[in-house]
């Protein structure tokens, strides 16, 4: 009997454990098919469209936004082995950060504030700050998360997700002008590149039990879903 290659593994915090012939792991090397065989958690290559899908993408952040990248703010790296390789994107959900208000608008706090966030996520098991976007009072768009891998934002709704955190509670305070402006450019990229309808652009209290985005924030999503 062909010996079992065994590996255990750990996906945004859910333990997973995976036995693999050998001659089934060096079918998967040589296909490509499962390339998790060989090292769980890598980023792997993306295929031609969506290599190209990215590259897109991050030109036309770049030229159409504030837009920092996530060396902007140089937090911890990410633990790779807990997370799971994106799927196509086909909807986007918007968030607040909900626990303080907040009316940061140097580039030095917004840093700051970010890599609290991420070290928080990571504290409870995930692989890297929860989502792919954050958005400042100012209207600057951050990278977070890396579009390479699934976002950790909304249970059981994560595949094809988009990520997007507006820094604030906005069950307590407004969004800034700059702050929506900010928004509805990045969304409006990320449906320029991804094959997003506008119906499927949600508010986290939209998937789930919970008043994410804020009562202050909703209601703009919300015209945004139906604006077309």
Same mark, same amino acid.
């Given at each position: 009997m062909a010996h079992p290659y065994v590996m255990n593994m750990s996906v945004d915090g859910i333990k997973l454990k995976t036995g693999w012939s050998r001659? %089934?792991?060096? &079918?998967?090397?040589?296909?490509?098919?499962?390339?998790?065989? =060989?090292? +769980? @958690? #890598?980023?792997?290559?993306?295929? %031609?469209a969506k290599g190209k899908d990215l590259t897109r993408?991050? !030109?036309?952040?770049? $030229?159409?936004?504030?837009?920092? #990248? $996530?060396? =902007?703010?140089? @937090?911890?790296? +990410?633990? &790779?082995?807990?997370? #799971?390789? !994106?799927? +196509?994107?086909?909807?986007?959900?918007?968030?607040?950060e909900g626990q303080h208000l907040n009316q940061h608008r140097l580039k030095g706090e917004?840093?700051? /504030?970010?890599?609290?966030?991420?070290? @928080?996520?990571? $504290? &409870? $098991?995930?692989?890297?700050? =929860?989502?792919?976007?954050?958005?400042?009072?100012?209207? #600057?768009?951050?990278e977070g998360r890396s579009l390479q891998y699934q976002g950790a934002h909304v249970s059981d709704h994560n595949a094809g997700n988009v990520g997007i955190m507006l820094l604030g509670n906005f069950e307590r305070q407004q969004p800034s002008e700059q702050q929506l402006t900010g928004l509805n450019g990045l969304v409006g990229v990320l449906r320029q590149v991804f094959?997003?309808?506008?119906? &499927?652009?949600?508010?986290?209290? /939209?998937?789930?039990?919970?008043?994410?985005?804020?009562a202050r924030l909703y209601p703009h999503i919300a015209r945004m879903r139906t604006a077309g």
């Open positions: 001659r %089934d792991f060096v &079918r998967a090397l040589l296909l490509g098919g499962v390339a998790m065989a =060989a090292a +769980p @958690g #890598r980023a792997f290559a993306a295929s %031609d993408l991050y !030109a036309a952040l770049v $030229k159409e936004l504030n837009f920092c #990248r $996530k060396s =902007a703010w140089a @937090g911890e790296d +990410p633990i &790779r082995s807990r997370l #799971r390789p !994106a799927t +196509p994107y086909k909807l986007l959900t918007v968030h607040h917004i840093a700051a /504030d970010i890599q609290n966030i991420q070290a @928080g996520h990571c $504290k &409870r $098991k995930y692989g890297d700050i =929860a989502y792919h976007f954050i958005v400042d009072q100012a209207g #600057r768009v951050w094959p997003i309808p506008a119906d &499927r652009v949600y508010g986290h209290c /939209d998937l789930a039990q919970t008043l994410c985005p804020g």
